[in-house]
T-cell receptor
Framework: SQELEQSPQSLIVQEGKNLTINCTSS?????LYWYKQKYGEGLIFLMM?????EEKSHEKITAKLDEKKQQSSLHITASQPSHAGIYLC????????????FGQGTILTVHP | GAVVSQHPSRVICKSGTSVKIECRSL??????MFWYRQFPKQSLMLMAT?????????EQGVEKDKFLINHASLTLSTLTVTSAHPEDSSFYIC?????????????FGSGTRLTVV
């Protein structure tokens, strides 16, 4: 099964600071999803990466997938309190829409 | 498009009773539904995969008799927590593959917070 290692498990930053969350897979990634969540609420889709070397940005969040397609990073520039929450990377085996499994999650706290 | 409606959003039940959680695909046919549970400050753990018209596939360590999953139609999958106990208190969320539209991939219900007292 697909195993995803996410780091760090928790992160506390001051508002305005940049930060990076990493997600490493034990197998080749065919599709890597990044979500944001507040516990007890639904998931907010951030980005999906498929191609080696791909990079996508949305507002102040940038996600990359490495050339070997086994590691992804999520970078937040000039963090704000609204960025606080749980960040989850998810992946499914193969190219079909199989079961999506998640990394352990990163709890982000942003102090104003 | 491709919305999954999950109900109830919150439920409190007494220990020993059963609780049913429903996930409906509103504008597409969900032949597959994934069920997850999440404890505070933890990630989503896949519990089972339901397929319309067939038995659900459970992940290792998940009790089939405790977490009954039914996927009787292309638009409805249900999770019933039977004989609930306080340790079953958790956040449960469903997800269906979404094969078209943006964002593609998977669409999630809004989740159900179960509290067993």
């Amino acid at each position: 099964s697909q195993e995803l290692e996410q780091s760090p498990q928790s992160l506390i930053v001051q508002e305005g600071k940049n930060l990076t969350i990493n997600c490493t897979s034990s197998k080749t990634l065919y599709g890597l999803y990044w979500y944001k969540q507040k516990y007890g609420e639904g998931l907010i889709f951030l980005m999906m990466l498929q191609k080696g070397g791909e990079e996508k940005s949305h507002e102040k969040i940038t996600a990359k997938l490495d050339e070997k397609k086994q590691q992804s990073s999520l970078h937040i520039t000039a963090s704000q309190p609204s960025h606080a929450g749980i960040y989850l990377c998810g992946a499914a085996p193969g190219t079909s829409y199989g079961k999506l499994t998640f990394g352990q999650g990163t709890i982000l706290t942003v102090h104003p | 498009g491709a919305v999954v409606s999950q109900h109830p959003s919150r439920v409190i039940c007494k220990s020993g009773t059963s609780v049913k959680i429903e996930c409906r695909s509103l504008d597409f046919q969900a032949t597959t539904m994934f069920w997850y549970r999440q404890f505070p400050k933890q990630s989503l753990m896949l519990m089972a995969t339901s397929n319309e018209g067939s038995k659900a596939t459970y992940e290792q360590g998940v009790e089939k008799d405790k977490f009954l999953i039914n996927h009787a139609s292309l638009t409805l999958s249900t999770l019933t927590v039977t004989s609930a106990h306080p340790e079953d208190s958790s956040f449960y969320i469903c997800s269906a593959p979404k094969r078209q539209g943006v964002p593609y991939g998977y669409t999630f219900g809004s989740g159900t917070r179960l509290t067993v007292v």
